[in-house]
């Protein structure tokens, strides 16, 4: 199970990497306008990264704020692209948003099963 998770969140990340440093006629477009699809996409990075990498959270978390960060400052070079901070603190707090998401659904699932994840 872990190894799914492991692959979706890898191949969720590609996903939105694509999406922010690809041409911009392929970004997908949707009625939440580009804040709402930042954060339906960073939360769901954050839940799913969280999810797969359970025992590490605040290390993940650290590491996903930097990652996003860097994302952010790469757009800088990518032809019609642009870095902006609203940007940046949209996909780092929704991705810490689907972390702490993952944090609770794993204490759940501690709690259900009366045991700790693996």
Same mark, same amino acid.
């Given at each position: 199970m872990k190894t799914l998770l492991r692959i979706g969140a890898a191949l969720l990340i590609a996903a939105v990497?694509?999406?922010t440093l690809g041409p911009p006629r392929y970004r997908p477009h949707s009625p939440l306008g580009q804040d709402g699809e930042?954060? =339906?996409a960073f939360v769901l990075v954050g839940l799913?990264?969280?999810l797969a990498f359970p025992q590490r959270r605040l290390?993940?978390?650290a590491?996903?704020?930097v990652l996003i960060g860097l994302l952010e400052i790469a757009q800088l070079w990518a032809p019609g692209r642009h870095?902006? =901070?609203e940007d940046f603190l949209v996909d780092a707090s929704t991705a810490c948003v689907g972390l702490a998401v993952a944090a609770v659904i794993g204490w759940l699932a501690t709690r259900w099963h009366g045991s700790r994840p693996r």
């Amino acid at each position: 199970m872990k190894t799914l998770l492991r692959i979706g969140a890898a191949l969720l990340i590609a996903a939105v990497i694509f999406a922010t440093l690809g041409p911009p006629r392929y970004r997908p477009h949707s009625p939440l306008g580009q804040d709402g699809e930042h954060a =339906l996409a960073f939360v769901l990075v954050g839940l799913a990264v969280g999810l797969a990498f359970p025992q590490r959270r605040l290390l993940v978390a650290a590491v996903s704020v930097v990652l996003i960060g860097l994302l952010e400052i790469a757009q800088l070079w990518a032809p019609g692209r642009h870095a902006r =901070l609203e940007d940046f603190l949209v996909d780092a707090s929704t991705a810490c948003v689907g972390l702490a998401v993952a944090a609770v659904i794993g204490w759940l699932a501690t709690r259900w099963h009366g045991s700790r994840p693996r």
